[in-house]
């Protein structure tokens, strides 16, 4: 069922690739091998895991918008939405872009290539990703991750107290008023496919800057450092374990067969599904949590993040074979109707005659 969404665009993507040591030598990166000599990039052994290193997108939490009134609830259909509106934001703080160039200053020193939110915003053409959101029932937020694809979500919340210890209204304000007050903050790193939280920096009731942003910004410069590596050391993880998604696969209505039919193979179509599953996830980690003539849900599923020939390997790689082998090998018509990230959502539309 479509739903009217509303669009605002805020995108800061960080992507990682890695880079030389502390003397400045070639750490052997696919990054240090293209430096300078294309030849020796070409001929070089493809290096997964760099390539496969987490992207970052950094945005402002929901409690943050709602503190400059840029957040908003509507009902539609009698289901609520979130109405995020980022420029709403952006002209009412000037503090975001300052803390931004922080955060992009740590990566670059540990050589993360990165992108101008503020351009990124400019390349984005709203009406036509209004248009993609109402067509595949999206929600603006769901269209933002598909469009930036980040690995990892870096969530920025803070909030103002005034003297009486108050929750102070965020306006754009000046040093002077700023000095009158503390600030306190909380970025959350979270796994933009499962929307599990992976890291926080949060300190509270910080005083003594000259300003609220230079407060924020000095308590970051030595807090990052640690937040990086939870976030390498929990990508790390997934490169070895899998990356974790859920998978639904469902029969359209009015179909006269179901899942639980004997298919082409000799197998049930479940059962063909829940074989390719099995066989074809990190160890064969899957937990099934619906199995209906009309529908599987599988969670917990873990795909690799690197293929056999070492390149890197995603959600949209894993979902096009396995919906290639159900039209070579059970003979149906699939589509695929994913949203999110990390969720698998595919529709049989129609069975072999």
Avoid at 18 to 41: E, H, I, P
Avoid at 118 to 137: C, G, I, P, V
Avoid at 325 to 353: C, H, W, Y
Wanted: hydrophobic share 35%.
């Amino acid at each position: 069922m479509k739903a009217l969404r509303y669009l605002t665009l805020l995108i800061l993507p960080l992507t990682a690739c890695g880079g030389g040591d502390k003397n400045g030598q070639n750490t052997g990166n696919l990054a240090d091998q293209s430096s300078g000599n294309m030849v020796t990039y070409e001929n070089s052994a493809v290096n997964g895991v760099t390539q496969a290193l987490p992207t970052i997108m950094l945005l402002p939490a929901d409690g943050t918008l709602q503190n400059f009134g840029a957040l908003d609830t509507k009902s539609i259909n009698g289901r609520s939405y979130q109405i995020r509106d980022y420029q709403k934001y952006l002209n009412a703080d000037d503090r975001f872009r300052r803390i931004a160039s922080t955060v992009q200053s740590s990566f670059n020193q540990d050589n993360y290539p990165l992108q101008d939110f503020e351009q990124t915003l400019k390349q984005l053409d709203t009406r036509s990703a209004t248009d993609m959101a109402d067509d595949l029932a999206q929600d603006a937020k769901t269209l933002l991750l598909q469009t930036a694809n980040p690995d990892i979500v870096l969530e920025l919340n803070y909030y103002l107290l005034g003297e009486k210890n108050k929750k102070a209204t965020l306006t754009r304000s000046s040093n002077k008023k700023d000095q009158e007050k503390v600030v306190s903050y909380t970025l959350s790193a979270i796994d933009a496919y499962t929307n599990k939280v992976i890291a926080t920096v949060s300190e509270s009731n910080l005083k003594g800057g000259s300003s609220t942003t230079e407060m924020i910004q000095n308590s970051l410069v030595q807090h990052l450092p640690a937040l990086k590596q939870d976030i390498v050391k929990y990508f790390s993880d997934l490169q070895t374990r899998g990356r974790e998604v859920t998978l639904r696969v469902t029969v359209a209505k009015g179909s006269n067969q179901n899942l639980s039919d004997e298919s082409i193979e000799g197998d049930t179509y479940a059962d063909y599904i829940m074989d390719y599953v099995k066989t074809h996830t990190v160890k064969g980690a899957y937990k099934m949590q619906t199995n209906t003539k009309n529908e599987l849900y599988f969670v917990n599923v873990r795909i690799p993040m690197v293929s056999e020939d070492g390149t890197q390997y995603g959600v949209y790689d894993w979902t096009r074979e396995l919906t290639r082998a159900m039209r070579k090998d059970l003979g149906v018509k699939v589509s695929n109707q994913s949203q999110g990230l990390g969720e698998i959502a595919l529709t049989i539309d129609g069975f072999p005659n």
